[in-house]
């Protein structure tokens, strides 16, 4: 067996337009932003439930800044300023992973938070 028949699906490619991803991402990181001030500035949402919300909101935040900047790194490599290869660039999309993969961890031990102080 060669390697193209391990590569040969007959699934169609589905292309998302990525100024589509950046629209989701600013419209995401918009409403989390609105959650934390929200949960800040009203002293009736500082219980513990709450702060996991904002945790929570928070993170989703660090998710949002994360993909909208990968999404415009991406549409500055298709107009030709940026190289895909180069090593910064390369080290810059570990750090936006790392940083994705965190904020998602975050978001699950809050949602795990605030199970946790629903059952109690």
Sequence with gaps: MNDTALN???CPEVKVPVP???IIGVVSLAE???VVIAVISNRNLHSPMYCFICSLA???TIASVTKSWENLMILLADVGQLQRTGVSETSLDDLMDSLLCMS???S???FLAIA???YM
Excluded: P
């Design 20 to 22: 589509l991803f950046f």
């Design 116 to 118: 946790v102080d629903r």
């Design 58 to 60: 928070a993170f989703n």
């Design 32 to 34: 989390n932003l609105l």
């Design 108 to 110: 699950i031990f809050s």
């Design 104 to 106: 998602f961890m975050g």
């Design 8 to 10: 040969q699906t007959d």
